[in-house]
């Protein structure tokens, strides 16, 4: 057990091998206290990061120096981007690769604010504000007034038309979409409104398919609205992806399997469907529904815009077919696409009109109505990205560096001790990497001699001889 100490009455170390040696040991001492625990209360993600944390407030109490933390102590386990936190300068200051500048343009860096060694100019904070006046104007020059209660609960209808254009050419109207304070909140209300549709329809006990490894949150959230589960593991030889004759044989064998939650491009593996596995899946759906099976696709569209433009275009078009689109409930979030996490920006699409009027009741009655400052700077923000197309593409040039570090870093710690069984190329999206341990490791062992935190595979409903990095928390640093 540590013993917390104030850091006034902790006694100064001063050398930086004793310092180093007793991070160490505090290592060692927090991760047998956790390793019993990594399954309880929020589950594994939490856990892995709330250790971090704890340890490096016990090592500042003990004033070990912050340079020794911050080589002890590499933080791997949540996937949020902090912008302001960026240090990478590929080529000359100021140019396009200097990623410093991220947080500047896409205004979250305050005017004047120093972003290691680059003032920010401030210009894209104050233009984001400019817009979100005038963007209230357009409002309310279409009869919304966004200081008052929604009726309806699910945002302005200028803003989803909006989004309903940028949903990569699917033919889909601003009806059809419904805003959400991010993705998560957005799968929670679809869960919601389909469990409050499937009760008036007297169909009970319905079930949602959930290939693992995936993001654990839709399912706590299913099962807290009264859905069955099934799990299903993937496997490596497939990239993790479910495929078209495991899909039938999964649909044969449980009948009560009304939704599938499908993550196009998958958290935590970092590999994407292609379209010729998304029209197989469909194939193998067409047939159920022909038979009367009214399954729908749940399609967590959350890093699509990470990728190959190109690529990720193609991934959406698989949906373009009017059974398939009649059949699939898209969720959308600009949190990782753009880094803008703390925003909560997110929206869901259904393909077909009929569905979205009758989960509609999940929004007005769980919140009641958006909030109208979120709402107008979410419309601000749409504005910019849409003005400043290079953004997305600089954001994907910083992730994809970032992901070739890693896997450069995790590379040369496996020539040194042997730890991982495979380290996994991505599909050149997200901001992970999925890797395969020896069968002696697992996360804990790989944080004690490497001080590496990631996130085991039992976050991920798999097994905990993989495990998932993240490149969002700190910089990688160059091998």
Known sequence: MIIHNNSADAPTISSP??????????????????????????????????????????????NIAEE?????????????????????????????????????DLGIALPGEDLHGYIASGEAYLWLREQMMECERLLLAHDYDPRIYDIYGVGNPVLRSWLAEEMWGLPVRGEQVYLSL??????????????????????????????????????????????????????????????????????AQNTDIRLIYLTITNNPTAFAYNPTELNALHDVLRRYWQQGRNILTFADLAYIGTGNPQEDQERVEAFTPSDVLAHTIFISSFSKTHSLTGERFGWVTCGNPAL????????????????????????????????????????????????????????????EQHLFAQIYRDDDATVY????????????????????????????????????????VIPVPTV
């Not at 998560?184 to 469990?195: C, E, P, S, T």
């Not at 009741?361 to 769980?366: A, I, M, Q, R, V």
Request: charged fraction near 25%.
């Open 356 to 415: 979205a009027s009758a989960i509609a009741p999940s929004w007005s009655n769980t919140m009641a109505s958006l909030p109208g400052e979120w709402q107008l700077r979410f419309m601000a923000y749409l504005l910019l990205i849409q003005s400043r197309p290079w953004i997305v593409e600089k954001i994907r040039a910083f992730y994809r560096l970032r992901r070739e570090r890693l896997v450069a870093q995790l590379r040369r710690i496996d020539e």
């Open 68 to 104: 020794i933390i911050a080589s002890e102590i590499v933080n791997r386990t949540i996937g949020d981007v902090n912008l302001r936190k960026v240090i990478e300068c590929e080529g000359e200051p100021g140019g396009p690769a200097d990623y410093r500048l991220l947080a500047d």
């Open 17 to 62: 091998d004793e310092q180093r040696k007793i991070l160490r040991q505090l290592r060692s001492e927090i991760l047998l206290r956790y390793r019993p625990h990594i399954q309880e209360g929020p589950g594994p993600i939490r856990v892995m990061a709330r250790l971090v944390a704890e340890l490096e407030q016990e090592c500042r109490r003990r």
């Open 433 to 472: 990497n999925w890797s395969r341990l020896r069968p002696e490791e697992d996360a804990f062992s790989l944080f004690e001699k490497t001080g590496i935190a990631g996130v085991p595979g039992s976050g991920f409903g798999y097994t905990d001889e993989f495990i998932r990095f993240s490149i969002g």
């Open 182 to 251: 991010g993705a998560m909140d957005g799968i929670d209300k679809v869960l919601r409104g389909l469990a409050h549709m499937y009760r008036e329809q007297n169909i009970s006990d319905p079930a949602v398919l959930f290939p693992e490894p995936g993001f654990g949150v839709p399912e706590w959230q299913a099962k807290s609205c009264g859905y069955r589960l099934h799990r299903f593991s993937t496997l490596p030889e497939h990239h993790f992806k479910l495929t078209a004759t495991q899909l039938d044989q999964i649909l």
